[in-house]
């Protein structure tokens, strides 16, 4: 195993009650989804999937954990690369809501998760550090303090369900005041004691999303339909990708 260093990025969906349970098979009954859980991890998958797929290309999927996927980058260029990184990331977060905007019909649905879709935020964690690629079978998986770090970063103190967080060895390679509004500011962690990051929280303004159209009860269940009809799940997008199962 070789160290290397390079960018960790993790990108997670903030989900709520209903869809936590509906993207988890373990709490339900000898594996067997209801119709609310079903399409929890249809929606879930489409839109982890629509985010993998634009970061494809400058950063490695890794691996997806529960509701978030963990990528990876060894740039010959660390400033260049973080120049587009920041770019891919913040049109993630126009598609992703403009998916969201696109699927709205869902919430009509009387299951146990459709009307929560709107709730559905993003978040991403962008850290610059060392790493492992380390096999495993026929898979490759990121290891070391550097990726700890960066999924630990995900449990903190901030406030709110959708934001950037960059870590300070990010932030010494990469300016961020071209994305705006900035705060810096320290997460503290009892074995790794203050972690210094800067915050950005996109402005929804800026995503400039067309208004879904009022669909009537004929069209919105066709629409219901046709979207749920071929289904998406965790299981798909790591053989699509060759990723190593959790």
């Known amino acids: 195993m070789n160290n290397h260093k390079g960018f960790i990025v993790l990108v997670d969906i903030s989900v709520y009650t209903n869809f936590v349970s509906g993207h988890n098979l373990k709490y339900s009954k000898n594996n067997k989804l209801t119709q609310g859980q079903a399409h929890a991890e249809h929606i879930i998958s489409d839109l982890l999937e629509l985010v993998i797929n634009e970061l494809d290309g400058i950063l490695t999927i890794n691996k997806l954990q529960g509701d978030a996927a963990l990528f990876y980058a060894i740039p010959e260029n660390p400033n260049e690369l973080s120049n587009i990184l920041i770019h891919k990331l913040q049109n993630s977060f126009k598609i992703f809501n403009q998916r969201i905007n696109d699927i709205k019909f869902c919430e009509t649905w009387p299951c146990s998760t459709c009307p929560e879709v709107g709730d559905l935020k993003l978040k991403s964690f962008v850290h610059y550090g060392d790493f492992l690629i380390k096999k495993v079978n ?84 066709f629409a219901l339909l046709k979207y749920f009809i071929k289904s998406k799940s965790k299981k798909k997008i790591e053989k699509k990708y060759n990723l190593i199962g959790t």
């Open 138 to 221: 026929q898979f490759t998986e990121i290891a070391g303090q550097d990726v700890i770090l960066a999924h630990r970063l995900m449990k903190n103190s901030i406030g709110v369900s959708e934001y950037m967080l960059f870590t300070k060895s990010f932030s010494q390679i990469k300016n961020l005041n071209a994305l705006g509004s900035i705060e810096e500011r320290k997460e503290k962690y009892n074995d790794l004691g203050l972690v210094d990051c800067s915050v950005f929280y996109p402005d929804p303004k800026l995503y400039q999303l067309e208004v879904a159209k009022k669909k009537s009860w004929f069209r919105n269940n």
